[in-house]
C-alpha cells in the first residue's frame, strides 16, 4: 500500500501564488503518473494536470492551463504544483494520486492511491 501525502495548501489573495507538495510513501513504479484534482464545496472532484513519471508528457485543465505548473523531483519522490495567479474560482480542497499507468488521465478511475487533500482558499 502506498500512503499520499499532501502539503502546502493555505489562504491567499487573488494573484497570489501557492506550492503544493505530493509525497508518495515509498517509491512507486517508474512508469507511474501522479495526478492533481481539486473539489470545491458543492462540486465534483475534477481534474487539474498530471505528469508522467519522465516528464515525456503533462497534461493540465483547460481552467488552469498557463498559471499552473506540474514538477517532480524523482530523488525525494514528491510531486510539486506550482500554482500562481491564484483565482478565487481555484478555491477547493486539491488532491494527488497516484495513476495506474505511466502518462495517467483526467479520469479518476485511472487513479489507484490518492492522499487525504489539502485546502486551498483563494480571496477576492
Known amino acids: 500500500q502506498v500512503q499520499v501525502v499532501e502539503s502546502g495548501g493555505g489562504s491567499v489573495q487573488a494573484g497570489g501564488s501557492l506550492r503544493l507538495s505530493c509525497t508518495a510513501s515509498?517509491?512507486?513504479?517508474?512508469?507511474?503518473?501522479v495526478g492533481w484534482f481539486r473539489q470545491a464545496p458543492g462540486k465534483e472532484r475534477e481534474f487539474v494536470g498530471v505528469?508522467?513519471?519522465?516528464?515525456?508528457?503533462?497534461l493540465y485543465a483547460d481552467s488552469v492551463k498557463g498559471r499552473f505548473t506540474l514538477s517532480r523531483d524523482n530523488a525525494k519522490n514528491t510531486v510539486y504544483l506550482q500554482m500562481n495567479d491564484l483565482k478565487p474560482e481555484d478555491t477547493a480542497v486539491y488532491y494527488c494520486?497516484?495513476?495506474?499507468?505511466?502518462?495517467?488521465?483526467?479520469?479518476?478511475?485511472?487513479?489507484?492511491?490518492w492522499g487525504q487533500g489539502t485546502q486551498v482558499t483563494v480571496s477576492s
Open positions: 515509498r517509491r512507486t513504479s517508474s512508469n507511474n503518473a
Open positions: 494520486a497516484v495513476a495506474r499507468s505511466s502518462y495517467g488521465s483526467a479520469s479518476r478511475g485511472d487513479y489507484q492511491y
Open positions: 505528469r508522467s513519471w519522465n516528464g515525456a508528457s503533462i
